[in-house]
Nanobody, 123 residues
Framework: QVDLVASGGGLVQTGGSLRLSCAVS????????MAWFRQAPGNDRELAAA????????YYLPSVKGRFTIVRDNAKNTVYLQMHDLKPEDTATYYC????????????????WGPGTQVTVSS
């Protein structure tokens, strides 16, 4: 069983920055892809960013590309999402998830998700 604990969310003004962290335990972290999903009220959960086991393959949702950076530290079993230039439309609950394999970054390859951390961007 894998445990994922996300932290770092909060309330920030438009243009601000936050760094989300997700600590993973229970399964060999370095073998699997990791991802950050987000879900705003009334919307489907969407894949915001994903990273392969080695960090060599990275995906970003087009609307966050250039503003968000996903990074993993295999020594600390932690994945991060650095978010800059935040916009009100980034407001959502952010969830980290572990992949079922190392290089497949398709949304269906991920799960289960951790409990999530709330990001609210005020205008």
């Amino acid at each position: 069983q894998v445990d994922l604990v996300a932290s770092g969310g909060g309330l920030v003004q438009t243009g601000g920055s936050l760094r989300l962290s997700c600590a993973v335990s229970g399964r060999t972290f370095s073998n699997y892809a990791m991802a950050w999903f987000r879900q705003a009220p009334g919307n489907d959960r969407e894949l915001a960013a994903a990273i392969s086991w080695s960090g060599a393959i990275i995906y970003y949702l087009p609307s966050v590309k250039g503003r968000f950076t996903i990074v993993r530290d295999n020594a600390k079993n932690t994945v991060y999402l650095q978010m800059h230039d935040l916009k009100p439309e980034d407001t959502a609950t952010y969830y980290c998830a572990q992949g079922k394999s190392g290089n497949n970054l398709a949304p269906g390859n991920f799960g289960p998700w951790g409990p999530g951390t709330q990001v609210t961007v005020s205008s």
